[in-house]
């Protein structure tokens, strides 16, 4: 009897848990802000078929599912990859007659078994022939798959990792400036050896991320102890990109439980840390969102957090002064000289719900970045009963964002992972997609409107890595980085689109690749896709388009 009434007992406090927990997992206090918005700001979409399901297996992988956007057979439209789960092989996808098909038999895409888990993943033209290659990580180590003319062979990468650390998500870029691509490959404890994960103040807790230094010859070296980033902590990504506006490439990367670290980039092989709002404070950032919200030139990174979900005593873990701890999502504004401020409270984003991939893009064409941030845990279980939406946050003009997933047509009531954007159909306008984990990938193309724009197509070469192309029209300058890394564990489309409003003249664009040579081409024609790929590969001059060397 006493069994039985304990039983029941525990099934109450369970439901009521459960209750609990759900109520905080549905509140989102974004309600306290005003999110109105004009109608004809809000982009609208329509579903497309995209045949694939990830499969996850909870107790041995992590709850992560790669993905990116990579032109195969430079037609100046993407394919889609994504990663496989432990019994299931990656998958490529192209858009043909309205419809996402499966082309991994004809691209030769390698078969991985059913021994690992794919889990992060760019793409990037390593070998510089003109094809953008695919760089992917498991639980093994890292493999290139190398392109020509559209098919696929593989490489095997002795990776430099202890036996805590998995892969996660990568980033690449020539930090020296020598014509080679380096790769920052973040870890993550494997799944088998993690104790929790509100795990913050045990500094001994978590897996060693890898700074490898391409030395030629498809060798890869770790430089991490002496560049001044050895470091014991759970990272599930990083970015490389000029963040001080020096051409080199920095480093920014995301601590799950820990904070965002920013490195600045000496130029000699080595990065110094420098100090931004979230340092010596703790919180959740897993996702990283690269671009110019406000439009000043200078990159600014926005993190997923934990949010309005959860509450904050059950969020907090194990530390001990809750002052430091930071649930809320983060937006660092680039102020230049690696100057940082936190503006997610004025521009209305600080106090959504729990994120992952996060992504800047232009979804209306009007020359103000919006923000897509995927939603939903899949190993947290109130999650099972309680979804949340995933966020399409649109700019108003005044700088805030206000979320139109419901009227755009994008809610995802899935595990989602991060989103990825891209003009499919070439009709000027961004179409998207949310990466899901153990359940089925949206697709949705965008209905378009009456806004111009300016697509910028610079390949997958070395010297684009970290490229900043700027363009300037009679009222406004414009500025977008080509990175690797953006969202979670993927990677987007290095087809750079600036949407435009009712402008109709460009005068000039500027593109900065990170060898510090210069692209300048005046009046580039609105509504064109500017294909600078043949330039990028032989970095020769062609017809109409000047080449300078930055002094």
Not at 6 to 28: A, T
Request: proline share 3%; aromatic share 10%.
């Amino acid at each position: 009897m006493l069994k039985k009434t304990l039983k029941i007992i525990g099934v109450i406090l369970l439901f009521l848990i459960i209750l609990i927990l759900g109520f905080f997992w549905r509140d989102s206090v974004s309600d306290k802000y005003d999110i109105t918005i004009s109608e004809e700001k809000i982009p609208t979409f329509t579903p497309v078929s995209i045949d694939f399901n990830h499969q996850y297996n909870g107790s041995k992988s992590l709850p992560i599912a790669p993905s990116a956007l990579i032109d195969i057979d430079n037609d100046n439209i993407d394919e889609v990859f994504f990663g496989g789960g432990m019994n299931q092989e990656d998958a490529i996808f192209a858009y043909r007659n309205n419809e996402f098909v499966n082309i991994s038999s004809e691209v030769n895409l390698p078969k991985k078994g059913s021994t690992t888990t794919t889990v992060g993943v760019v793409s990037a033209d390593f070998d510089n022939n003109g094809f953008a290659d695919i760089i992917l990580g498991r639980e093994d180590g890292l493999r290139i798959y190398y392109n020509t003319d559209g098919k696929f062979t593989e490489k095997i990468i002795d990776t430099s990792m202890n036996e805590k650390s998995n892969p996660a998500g990568i980033t690449v870029g020539d930090i020296d400036k020598d014509g080679d691509l380096d790769i920052f490959l973040a870890t993550y404890l494997k799944k088998e050896l993690m104790e929790g994960q509100t795990i913050f103040e045990d500094y001994t807790y978590g897996s060693t991320s890898e700074l490898l230094l391409n030395t030629g010859n498809e060798n890869y070296v770790s430089i991490t102890k002496q560049a001044g980033l050895d470091y014991v902590h759970n990272t599930f990504q990083g970015v490389l990109v000029d963040i001080d506006d020096d051409t080199w490439l920095d480093l920014v990367v995301v601590h799950d439980t820990g904070e965002a670290r920013t490195y600045r980039n000496n130029g000699d092989l080595t990065f110094t840390m420098k100090p931004n709002p979230l340092t010596k404070k703790f919180a959740y950032p897993m996702g990283l969102a690269v671009g110019d919200y406000n439009n000043d030139g200078l990159v600014d990174f926005m993190f997923s957090n934990t949010g309005s979900t959860l509450p904050r005593a059950l969020a907090k873990g194990d530390i001990k002064d809750a002052s430091l701890f930071n649930e809320k999502w983060i937006l660092f504004r680039n102020d230049g000289d690696f100057k940082f401020t936190d503006t997610a409270e004025e521009t209305k984003i600080a106090d959504y719900e729990f994120s992952w991939g996060c992504t800047f893009a232009d979804l209306n064409n009007d020359g103000l970045q919006d923000l897509m941030v995927a939603e939903n845990y899949v190993d947290l279980a109130p999650n099972k009963l309680f979804k949340l939406p995933s966020r399409v946050l649109i700019q108003k003009e005044d700088g805030t964002f206000a979320p139109t997933e419901k009227e755009s047509g994008l809610v995802n009531p899935h595990y989602a992972i991060t989103s990825l954007v891209s003009d499919f159909n070439q009709d000027g306008y961004l179409d998207m997609i949310w990466v899901n984990i153990d359940s089925p990938a949206l697709a949705y193309l965008n209905t378009g409107g009456t806004n111009n724009y300016l697509q910028v197509d610079l390949g997958e070469s070395v010297s684009v890595q970290g490229a900043k192309i700027t363009i300037t029209t009679p009222t406004k300058k414009l500025t977008e980085w080509l990175v690797t890394g953006e969202g979670l564990a993927s990677d987007q489309t290095a087809l750079v689109q600036f949407g435009l409003g009712k402008e109709t003249t460009i005068l000039n664009l500027k593109v900065r690749l990170s060898n510090d040579k210069v692209i300048s081409v005046d009046n580039p024609k609105i509504n064109s896709v500017v294909d600078l790929k043949p330039l990028l590969v032989v970095e020769d001059d062609v017809s109409g388009i000047n080449v300078e060397t930055e002094k």
